[in-house]
């Protein structure tokens, strides 16, 4: 298994608050995103990186901002959670850009 | 439209029977394909990637079709292990990367 993990692994948190999930790699790929799965949505993108300090905006990014200081983490982050925030995120890594991906385990997220 | 559609099934199928799943995309220069198994409240993992020559491991087959801009999944001799939600992804660019709803399958004894 690629070495991927994500943390917390569960949150709970209030509408309001800020919230920052981590994702931690230790396969040196220079791509890493941030996506969060609803029902009926399937998985959708945030925000990836192609490098230290590149990052870019997914499909939904709005109420989200990331960061990335180190190759190996990725950082995502909840200015002011909302309840719409609520869903399970995971972080992903590839090589390249059309490349397969490897997930890390997911963060369940749930905003009160 | 969607950019990438699947059947959200269920498919219930018995042990030992072949399953067919497609996943049909809307930009024609999509560039790379693959298919993702998830386990209940678990992470997608990579099952296969989809070439254009259609490619197979094992018991899984996976074509494309850039013509008719559909990728499909054939799961043989289904074991009751491929339970499972099948994803299908379709690439355009890290930026355009998307991913169907999944394909429920329940394999039973």
């Known amino acids: 298994d690629a070495g991927i993990t994500q943390s917390p692994r569960h949150k709970v948190t209030e509408t309001g608050t800020p919230v920052t999930l981590r994702c931690h790699q230790t396969?040196?790929?220079?791509?890493m995103y941030w996506y969060r799965q609803d029902p009926g949505h399937g998985l959708r993108l945030i925000h990836y990186?192609?490098?230290?300090?590149?990052?870019d905006k997914g499909e939904v990014s709005d109420g989200y901002s990331v960061s990335r200081s180190k190759t190996e983490d990725f950082l995502l982050t909840l200015e002011s959670a909302t309840s719409s925030q609520t869903s399970v995120y995971f972080c992903?890594?590839?090589?390249?850009?059309?490349?397969?991906?490897?997930f890390g385990p997911g963060t369940r997220l749930t905003v009160t | 439209r969607k950019e990438v559609e699947q059947d959200p099934g269920p498919f219930n199928v018995p042990e030992g029977a072949t399953v067919a799943f497609n996943c049909t995309y809307s930009?024609?220069?999509?560039?790379?394909f693959f298919w993702y198994r998830q386990d209940c409240r678990k992470e997608p993992k990579l099952l296969m990637s989809?070439?254009?020559s259609g490619n197979e491991d094992g018991r899984f087959t996976a074509q494309l079709n850039r013509a008719s801009q559909y990728i499909s999944l054939l799961i043989r001799d289904s074991k009751l292990s491929d339970s499972a939600t099948y994803l299908c992804?379709?690439?355009?660019?890290?930026?355009?990367?998307?991913f169907g709803t999944g394909t429920r399958l329940t394999v039973i004894p």
């Open positions: 992903a890594i590839s090589e390249g850009f059309v490349d397969e991906q490897y």
């Open positions: 396969e040196n790929h220079r791509y």
């Open positions: 990186s192609y490098g230290v300090k590149d990052t």
């Open positions: 930009n024609s220069a999509s560039q790379s």
């Open positions: 989809v070439y254009s």
């Open positions: 992804v379709v690439n355009s660019g890290a930026n355009n990367l998307f």
